[in-house]
Structure formats: structure tokens, C-alpha cells
């Protein structure tokens, strides 16, 4: 029997165990917002060292935390040293969107049901929480790697964007690996991703009482016609091509709207947010040149429909900022090793690619960290109904992944 079959062998012999580790993070709520990450974090680490893998833990100063919108964060690193060598690193989120309506089962419940572990973040990414844990595990179990490091870096701010996850453990200089792999799906390397570009625009007009609205200024009807605006900018983006297969061409959303006091009144203020992705060849800066123009234009085109007195005015603010991922000629032998066991395990070709996602894995390439995106999970982020109801994770795939990223830290610590 060979290394791999060992280390298949190790994992099947543990898998139990591993799901269970999986069903306990599962049941500790991270809804972000409101971002009360750090019990996740401490309940992790307290898991973590039941394995014999002790695991820093770094505190973001509340005032930091509450400035970016959230209520906590405690991220995790794990370090293992075999020797000199390349350092790889290996980063999930335990931060996931509210579970929303229309679930079948408890989003919090880790039930299985089918050969599916079911709940809010069972895809995305706790399940590489496990993955990466027990792939270390059968690691150092069979193969006792001699050379180099591995890290776990578990960390709760991907959903507003990573500062305050990788992005302060890297610029704050706890951490700076050769190599990183970030949670994903199973069926494809990922070697590039979307930016993504979030705004908050305040449409600002006068309040006013429902039987007399000439005295108003309706920020909901003028919120409309910026709307249209931004929306029509959509059919343009379908036009623009990426070459990086897997990803297609920039989109726009808008996700939330507010406004109003009551039935009986003029809306006096409305605010959306906007979300506008950014394929790899696209120059931030002047996307967002681009959408300040788009609503400036809309409101003048507005106003100039009306007198002085019932003019518009906003104010837009930036709320994210997330630079497409490119990708590094030094990720390789992730790439390489990924491919060659992901078509063992799973007895299909794993191809390299692009997504239209956006992640945190764009803080350790902007550093020059070659990075991919690899773990638990289906063809399609569709498939999983991530922040969808009834998110879950095939656990077969579970299964298969980890020996894949086991296998794999075996090749590149060699």
C-alpha cells in the first residue's frame, strides 16, 4: 500500500469523527450581518485542541470591528512545522450570511439527511473547516512530513470583504506562507475570481404628507429612475468578455433597498446598495468612475425635469473594494497537484479555472502569494444552495476532498 491509499485509508478510518467536527461548527451560529464571530472562533479552538492541534488566536480590537459594521471577530491560525521549507497555508471562513426564509430543514441543525449534511455554511466554508483539519491530520498521521509547514488560518470577515480576516493577519505580519489554498468546490481548481465593487447611495429629497405630495420631494420616485439607470448599464457589461475561462462578463445588482417613514407619507430618503462585479481585465477605478458618472447623470437628467424646489441630491459611499484575483506563476504546484489527485479521487479531469466570485484569497495574492481555490463541494455554487435555503454539502464529496488536499500537502512537503 502507497502513501495515498495510506492517507485514503487514515481519512475513511476517521471519517465519523470528521463529520462530527463539521455538525459542531455547523451549530454555532455566524450570521454576518451581525457579526458576533468570536464564540465560533472559541468553540473551534476548543475542537481544535481536543486533536492536538493548539491554535492561535488573534482578537480584533473591538472599536475596529464595530467601525467596519460587526460585532466580533476572533481569527484562528494553526501552525505545524516539519522542517525548513515552503510554508502552506490553508484559509476557510466561518462568517456566512443570515439563513433567510424558506428552509426545510434547521439551518442550524447540521441534520443529514440523504447523504447531505444540511445548514448555513455547510458549504460555504465551513466544510473546509474539516477538510483542511482532518486533510492535516492523515497528513502528519501517514505521510510525517520532514520538510517545510502547514497553517489553518480560520478566520470570520470574508462576507464584508477580508480586512479584518486574512487581510489583518497578513498586513499586521502573523503570517506570510509560499503557498495558500482557500476553501471551494471539488470539481475545479480555482485560479482566478471576479472583483467586486459595493456602494451605498442615499437618495435624499423632502418628506412630506400623502394628501398634499406637491409639498414633497419623493426620493423613492427619483430612486427609481436612478435605478433604471444602473440597471440598463447591464445590458451594456454583456458586451465586455473575460479570456479567463469560467467567467463571463460584468454584472450589476442592487440587493437592498430602504426608505420611507410610512403608507401616508413621501419617502423624504431612500438607500440601496449596489454591487457590481468586476471581471480580472477591468480597472477598478474606473469602474467606479464609471458608476459616480452613471448616477450623476441620472440625477441631472432628473432634476432637469423639475424646478429648484423639488430637486434631488445624493451621497454615495463606498463600502467595498475587492480586486479581482489574477493568477501568480508560482501557484503550479498547487495547481499540478490538485489536478493529478482530484482526477484520482474522483475519477473525472479537474480542470483549472476562473469565477465569478469574489473571496479574500485576492489579500494573499495581492501580496504574492500564489493562491487557488480548492475544498468540499459540487460542480456549482447553484448546487449547494449557498446563501440559499437548505445549503449542504454531499458529504461524499467531503469525503473525496480532503484526501485530495491530503494527498496533496503530502507531493508539495516532500
Known sequence: MNTYEKIDEWIDAHFDEQVKFLQELVRVPTDTPPGNNTPHALRTAELLHTMGLPAEQFEIPTALVHEHGLASITNLIVRRRYGEGRVIALNAHG?????????????????????????????????????????????????????????????YDEEFGGELGPGWLLANGHT????????????????????????????????????????????????VALLNA?????????????????????????????????????????????????IPEENPAEVEANIRDVLANAVSDYNATRDADHAIHIDIRRMLMANAMKPLPGNQPLVSALQKHGSEVFGEYIPALGTPLYTDVRLYVERGIPGVIYGAGPRTVLESHAKRADEHIVLEDLRKATKVVARSLSDLLA
Open 176 to 223: 506570510k506562507p509560499d503557498l495558500m489554498m482557500a476553501a471551494g468546490f471539488s470539481y475545479q481548481v480555482v485560479t482566478a475570481h471576479n472583483g467586486c465593487l459595493q456602494m451605498e447611495v442615499t437618495v435624499h429629497g423632502r418628506m412630506a404628507h400623502a394628501a398634499i405630495p406637491d409639498s414633497g420631494v419623493d426620493a423613492l420616485q427619483a430612486a
Open 95 to 155: 462568517d456566512v450570511v443570515p439563513p433567510g426564509e424558506g428552509w426545510t430543514q434547521d439551518p442550524y441543525g447540521a441534520d443529514i439527511v440523504d447523504g447531505k449534511l444540511y445548514g448555513r455554511a455547510s458549504a460555504v466554508s465551513k466544510c473546509d473547516f474539516s477538510t483542511f483539519t482532518f486533510a492535516l491530520r492523515a497528513l502528519e498521521a501517514v505521510a510525517k512530513p520532514t520538510k517545510g509547514s502547514v497553517e489553518l488560518h480560520f478566520t
Open 230 to 278: 444602473l440597471y440598463a448599464q447591464n445590458s451594456l457589461y454583456k458586451r465586455i468578455h473575460s479570456k479567463v475561462e469560467g467567467i463571463s462578463h460584468p454584472y450589476l445588482n442592487v440587493g437592498l433597498i430602504e426608505g420611507g417613514t410610512n403608507t401616508n407619507v413621501i419617502p423624504g430618503k431612500v438607500m440601496f446598495k449596489l454591487d457590481r462585479r468586476m
